[in-house]
């Protein structure tokens, strides 16, 4: 069956010869290339074909999902065998995006296994695709190409055809300066939005440049990127796409932000040579995704159904090019990556097992269950690295579920088995490492004290039914979360610069976001008085323009960017481009974080959006109330779905119906101790089912609990690791109580 209908400004063409169609088409991508506006945009689709036979994102999926199920069997089967935790612990893991799952695992086994893992990318052996870029590009027709692989077969198929090439990895150091690879001035110029990995000649290690995991690449688009795909697409409007599925959120909206800029989009998708000869085409969800988005942004589009290396020997024919042929053994079986690095020896287990507790912050049940399991495991015990990694895993989610008192207890904790491994004048303390130990780390001791003075922030945000009096002995914390915002600054500037300068970023946010709660409260109290409102939310715009000016990277992040939309909103400080661009990035950023599960931030986004919508609303008439329901409703779904933070998103909830004038101030403070209650004795029964497997992390709680150990202590401790002193004396007067609190 065909695919497009009449009306749009597409059409499908199967690349068989009996397609009255194809000839046409051919000659309209045939002129493009004459005139230098077509840009190649490739994927990891063009390497699978032999004789390259390089594995697809599915290849690289199925042994770190294998390595991930006999990481958990362990503790799976201490479960009942129809726990439901037993699917839900598959599903978990096999809905993990690639560069996700690598994240976690880089975080517990360290960047040399990620790279031992990937090295199954290597390879020289290029194929038919890699060779006619590289014969239209020696042609003069094809300058420019952007490539998602890591591989180097273009490169190596573009020097066998007597020209070199230029890569460019936006996100890297390399980014401004393009490398080099072959003789000769370059004839093609390489864009690699997720980096490459780089010959012995660049002068870097062979995986310096690559960005294979959730930290290298982002949440969002990133700017380098964006930048680069732009420039590209104004010299080269017309599209080529190949081998590539759509199936990412860092580069595909920018496609879909560009689309004024496409004057034609080429893009094949792949059928089998049977369903070619039969024209029968089924776009699959991804296609439709593909195309809905071309129809809607009426972009001329053409749809080539069947195989990418067909299209290019048919458009070389036109172009009078010839693509040389190589000569390896086309019968090579596709190689698979070792996923043994994650599973042996016995310790690797139970690191892949830590890394999934990362995948699961979010699950209440699920969650706690393996944490506590994990807390008593021998290789947990004796590796404090690992113990301590683990502690800052439960305080992370400790953080999400607003028990903020039981979160820092477990970072001092973490901090305070970092220090006793490494031991006095270690330096290797200062960011979280052990010398020779695998599990390092990329936030380290740094990183630990920047959270730990959020905690004491987000204590004093507002009033908190669990610890009322902390809301009014603002300045203490206060002074404390600035002494660990300098102390964790200075650590990370002797060890990472770059890290140094995100982390003294984010302390200003966080000091800036305490300001935004603060301000929220006159909203809550009197959501009427507009005049009010705009001047309490009016500093913490100048707060937030500041941070922007200082570090403009920081707010392309979709969380940091929503919040100052937020303050802005209320503030009455932003213009109508700012608010139809904001209108046209929720979408995007919504669907970027359902792929990577990012349930919280996607409830967000939606509380956010009710936000714009309010705003825009001169009167909330029964269909302005509607519509601002519903999207509370879809947030309130999507905090459903990540279920260890129900309450902190029915509060959020609450405060808006407050703003948005559905309740009043009487309807909160109930709505707040009515979550209060059900939070709090949730928790007193769960504490009572102590043998549920619900109730594992317990003694971990317990653990941190016994190790109470004050702040001043924690920031003593890291000066003497610093400069290799004895403070024992010191030590003892805080632990002795307030009475010696002179002698510090």
């Known amino acids: 069956m065909t695919s497009c209908e009449?009306?749009?400004?597409?059409?499908?063409?199967?690349?068989?010869?009996?397609?009255?169609?194809?000839?046409?088409?051919l000659t309209q991508l045939a002129n493009d290339a004459r005139d230098q506006s077509v840009l190649p945009f490739v994927g990891a689709g063009i390497s699978h074909p032999p004789p390259s036979c390089l594995p697809l994102a599915r290849d690289l999926l199925l042994p770190l999902h294998d390595a991930m199920g006999q990481a958990l069997a362990p503790f799976l089967k201490s479960l009942a065998p129809d726990h439901p935790w037993h699917a839900e612990a598959r599903d978990r893991i096999r809905a993990a995006p690639l560069e996700r799952l690598l994240s976690v695992l880089q975080d517990v086994h360290g960047r040399h296994a990620i790279e031992q893992y990937l090295a199954v990318l290597e390879s020289s052996t290029w194929n038919y695709n890699h060779a006619a870029i590289a014969a239209a590009a020696r042609a003069g027709h094809v300058p420019t190409c952007v490539t998602l692989n890591f591989d180097l077969l273009i490169e190596e198929a573009a020097k066998a055809h007597g020209i070199s090439s230029e890569v460019v990895c936006p996100l890297s150091n390399s980014g401004k300066t393009p490398l080099n690879y072959g003789d000769g001035p370059p004839r093609l110029r390489l864009v690699k939005p997720h980096g490459s990995l780089a010959p012995a000649e660049w002068g870097v290690s062979r995986f310096a440049l690559l960005a294979a995991t959730l930290d290298d690449i982002g949440n969002h688009p990133r700017g380098e990127n964006i930048a680069a795909i732009e420039t590209l697409l104004d010299r080269h409007p017309v599209l080529l796409v190949g081998g590539y599925s759509d199936h990412d959120w860092d580069v595909w909206p920018i496609l879909q932000r560009n689309r004024r800029r496409l004057r034609h989009v080429h893009w094949v998708h792949y059928v089998e040579q049977r369903c070619v000869r039969a024209r029968e085409f089924c776009p699959d969800e991804r296609l439709n995704h593909v195309l809905d988005w071309l129809r809607n942004a009426d972009v001329p589009h053409t749809i080539w159904a069947g195989d990418i290396g067909s299209l290019f020997s048919r458009l070389l024919s036109r172009l009078s090019c010839v693509a040389e042929p190589t000569c390896e053994d086309a019968r090579r079986p596709v190689p698979k990556p070792n996923g043994d690095v994650f599973t042996t020896p016995h310790e690797s287990l139970v690191r892949t097992a830590l890394?999934?507790?990362?995948?699961?912050?979010?699950?209440?049940?699920?969650?706690?269950a393996l944490r506590g399991w994990l807390h008593t495991h021998g290789v947990i015990q004796r590796d404090p690295w690992l113990h301590a990694r683990l502690h800052r895993t439960t305080a992370q989610t400790d953080h999400t579920e607003h028990r903020l008192r039981r979160a820092m207890r477990h970072m001092r904790t973490c901090i305070m088995l970092k220090l006793r491994a490494a031991g006095p004048g270690d330096a290797s303390a200062q960011h979280g490492e052990h010398r020779g130990d695998p599990s390092t780390t990329p936030r380290g001791l740094g990183h630990d004290l920047v959270w730990l003075a959020y905690e004491h922030l987000c204590l004093i945000k507002r009033p908190s039914f669990s610890a009322p009096w902390a809301f009014f002995g603002r300045r203490r914390h206060l002074d404390t979360a600035r002494g660990c915002f300098d102390v964790g600054l200075a650590l990370s500037k002797t060890t990472d610069r770059q890290r140094a300068s995100r982390l003294e970023a984010q302390a200003h946010y966080y000091l800036a976001d305490l300001r935004h709660a603060w301000a929220e409260l006159s909203a809550v109290l009197a959501p009427t008085d507009r005049s009010r409102m705009r001047a309490s939310f009016a500093t913490v715009c100048r707060v937030y323009d500041r941070a922007l000016a200082a570090y403009p990277w920081l707010f392309d992040e979709p969380y940091y960017r929503l919040r100052r939309l937020e303050a802005r909103l209320f503030g009455g400080v932003t213009t109508p481009e700012e608010r139809a661009e904001a209108k046209d990035r929720f979408d995007e950023i919504i669907a970027g974080n359902q792929m990577l599960h990012s349930h919280v931030q996607s409830g967000n986004a939606y509380l956010y959006q009710a936000v714009l919508r309010f705003h825009e609303c001169r009167q909330i008439g029964p269909a302005e109330r509607r519509e601002l329901t519903?999207?509370?409703?879809?947030?309130r779904r999507e905090w459903t779905h990540a279920d260890a933070v129900v309450a902190s998103g029915l509060r959020r909830i609450a405060v808006?119906?407050?703003?948005?004038?559905?309740s009043g101030l009487t309807d909160l403070v109930l709505e707040f101790i009515r979550l209060w209650a059900t939070a709090h004795f949730r928790e007193r029964r769960g504490d009572t089912a102590s043998?549920?497997?619900?109730?594992?992390?317990?003694?971990?709680?317990r653990c941190a609990a016994r190790n109470m150990i004050p702040d001043a202590l924690i920031l003593l401790e890291i000066?003497?690791?610093?400069?290799?002193?004895d403070h024992s004396h010191e030590r003892v007067c805080i632990e002795a109580g307030p009475n010696h609190s002179n002698a510090i």
């Open 6 to 25: 009449p009306d749009t400004p597409g059409r499908v063409v199967f690349l068989a010869d009996r397609d009255p169609r194809i000839e046409e088409c």
């Open 719 to 725: 000066q003497a690791a610093q400069v290799g002193q």
């Open 691 to 701: 043998r549920s497997p619900e109730r594992r992390e317990a003694e971990l709680h």
């Open 656 to 662: 808006y119906r407050r703003v948005f004038g559905f």
């Open 355 to 368: 890394a999934a507790t990362l995948l699961w912050q979010d699950r209440r049940g699920l969650g706690s």
């Open 630 to 635: 519903i999207l509370l409703q879809r947030a």
